[in-house]
């Protein structure tokens, strides 16, 4: 059982936007600390957002992130076909990373 | 460029020991925090270990420690992840992964580890 719940999945069509909760399950987790990676089948994950809300140089401004108490959440707006991924969070909860089970997002 | 490739990934027995290596390219590999994350098939991903810079600190998740071993060799840029006693769940792919500050920057592809009978 991760110490991080997400969606299994999420849906939307082209154009539009979708976000993806990350709701933490430990009161260990530091919600400070919550980053997210999409991960292409087959392929590695990649670095989408971190600190919450930061976006690495070349990651498109179409993903933000953001936190409310303990749940943080991915918000992709103008959705492309190539977005279609699996998308996880992840944070420091006590003396681990954890990351979230992942969400499956679906372009419609 | 920053490359992480990822060697080592065999079929082995339950109990048996397996060591996975990962060579590093494109950057100050001596200035990054390294991981070792893995994902089981069809599954989520889970971090398994890390070791500081110079590597006098290592960390694991409880379901590895005493048996896996994470270690570095700056002047090779090279991370490896020695692995005792496997299990049936520690079948996965396993991929290396600098971890500076509160992020997984960059991943390599992962290498194929499966442990079976």
Redesign the interface.
């Known amino acids: 059982q ?1 110490a991080l719940t997400q969606p299994r999945s999420v849906s939307g069509s082209p154009g539009q936007s979708v976000t993806i909760s990350c709701t933490g399950t430990s009161s260990d987790v530091d919600y400070n ?1 919550v ?1 997210w ?1 999409q ?1 292409h089948p087959g ?5 989408m957002i ?2 919450v809300s930061k976006r ?1 140089s070349g990651v498109p401004d179409r993903f933000s992130g953001s936190k409310s108490g303990n749940t943080a959440s991915l918000t992709i707006s103008g959705l492309q076909d190539e977005d279609e991924a699996d998308y ?1 969070c ?3 909860a006590g ?8 969400t499956k997002l679906t372009v419609l | 460029e920053v490359q992480l490739v990822e060697s080592g990934g065999a079929l082995v027995q339950p109990g048996g020991s397996l060591r996975l290596s990962c060579t590093a390219s494109g950057f100050t590999f001596s200035s990054y925090w390294m ?1 070792w ?1 893995r994902q089981a098939p069809g599954k ?4 398994v270990a ?1 070791i500081k810079r110079d590597g006098s600190e290592k ?1 694991y ?2 379901s590895v420690k005493g048996r896996f071993s994470i270690s570095r060799d700056n002047a090779k840029n090279s991370l490896d992840l020695q692995m005792n006693s496997l299990r049936a769940e520690d079948t996965a792919v396993y ?1 290396c ?1 600098t971890h500076e ?10 290498t194929l580890v499966t442990v079976s009978s």
């Open positions: 991760s600390y980053s990676y991960q392929k590695a994950p990649k670095l971190y600190d690495p996880y992840c944070s420091l003396s681990y990373w954890a990351f979230g089970g992942g | 991981s994350v989520g991903l889970e971090w890390n960390y998740v409880d991929h992964a500050g509160r992020k997984f920057d960059y991943w390599g592809q992962g």
